[in-house]
């Protein structure tokens, strides 16, 4: 069996180990915020922290809000049960950025990210990125944990003005790469989104269920879709052949 020629990853939450870093900087603002905010619940705010993020960042991938709007109002509802005002925007951003300061310091990838890559390449496998998000922000997190010289190509929503599962960004990035979409894997931490979108596209969805707690509508979706289920990138070298 012939493995692919491209394999296209998803960052957050599949080489990026983006929960692990957000819970951290969480934690670590709210102790530094001080009163209520530091004393509250900390899987409670964690969660809630988490919901809004994804309300949020979801806003702004449809075009509702630009990239700093909805940094904004995800640090505006966070503190609004504290009666903290964040009306002003440089106020919301200050306490935005500082939360980010947390955030970034906790940078990583997840363990199994590196061993993956380099079976890939060992195989002559090309290597590129397909991310929901804003190129700078996302090209500096690749950098800071030296995914750089390993990826050819960083395709993001944030350049092209539709993202993941819309298929015109998995067709995208073939067409940088110059690849038939059936020559190509995506591998992503979504069913729907990654690998759903990636196989309506053309190209072999994989579902990176890291918890294995996917539920049997879902394996029964994927397997619909043709879809291939890992639990951890270390699988993949070998599933892909």
């Known amino acids: ?47 809630r922290w988490h919901a809004l993020e994804e309300h949020h960042y979801t806003r702004y991938l449809r075009g509702e809000l630009d990239f700093l709007a909805q940094r904004r109002s995800r640090a505006r509802d966070f503190v609004a049960p504290y009666d903290l005002d964040l009306t002003d925007d440089d106020a919301a951003d200050r306490w935005f950025d500082d939360y980010l300061a947390e955030y970034e310091r906790s940078w990583s990838l997840h363990d199994d990210a590196l061993p993956c890559l380099d079976a890939l390449e060992a195989a002559g496998t090309r290597l590129g990125i397909i991310t929901n998000g804003d190129i700078d922000f996302q090209t500096g997190k690749i950098e800071r944990v030296e995914l ?86 270390e699988e993949l070298p070998v599933a892909l052949g």
């Open 148 to 233: 750089a010289p390993r990826i050819e190509h960083v395709i993001a929503s944030g350049e092209l003005g539709y993202a993941k599962p819309d298929p015109r960004i998995f067709e995208h990035a073939c067409a940088v790469f110059g690849v038939a979409p059936s020559d190509a894997v995506y591998v992503g931490d979504r069913l729907n989104t990654d690998a759903i979108g990636a196989a309506e596209a053309g190209l072999r969805g994989v579902w990176l269920d890291r918890s294995g707690a996917a539920t049997a509508d879902e394996l029964a979706s994927a397997a619909a879709s043709g879809v291939l289920v890992i639990n951890s990138l």
């Open 1 to 47: 069996m012939t493995g692919p020629a491209v394999v296209l990853f998803d960052l957050d939450d599949t080489l990026f180990a983006h929960q692990r870093s957000v819970r951290l900087g969480v934690s670590a603002h709210r102790r530094a915020s001080g009163g209520a905010l530091a004393a509250a619940d900390e899987v409670e705010e964690f969660a």
